[in-house]
């Protein structure tokens, strides 16, 4: 599994700290280098001073939430717009917001996920992007 990580960055954003730490370690544990922040303001400091292959973001945080953070990082680095695996603990209508603000269809992952489920899905999004 480390030959398709490696060189593989990871952004991952989560208010929920035992979320966050168990992504992470989850994450570092497959082979890929991961940063991580508790918010949206803490993740836009990163995203200024670092690239990252892909941001998995929870929609549901205080002050920015993830579709606003979505939208900020993307204005900074249009490149970053289909790097994002949105994952949150509350999916009634979130779908459909996402279409409505994003004008794309984009799959979120509702926790609680599997182990096997999280990284299916953090592939599925790094296998499309260059």
Request: aromatic share 10%; with cysteine.
């Amino acid at each position: 599994m480390r030959e398709m990580t490696e060189n593989k960055s990871i952004l991952l954003i989560d208010d929920d700290e035992l979320v966050r730490e168990a992504c992470c370690e989850l994450l570092q544990i497959s082979g890929y280098t991961v940063d991580s922040a508790r918010n949206g303001y803490e993740a836009l400091q990163k995203l200024e001073g670092a690239a990252y292959d892909l941001i998995v973001v929870d929609i549901n945080m205080p002050q920015i939430d993830g579709i606003d953070f979505y939208l900020r990082a993307v204005r900074q680095n249009a490149n970053m717009k289909n790097r994002f695996l949105f994952i949150t603990g509350d999916y009634y209508g979130e779908q459909e917001a996402l279409n409505l603000y994003l004008k794309a269809d984009r799959t979120i992952l509702k926790k609680p996920f599997t182990k096997e489920a999280f990284l299916k899905n953090v592939k599925d999004v790094l296998s499309k992007t260059p």
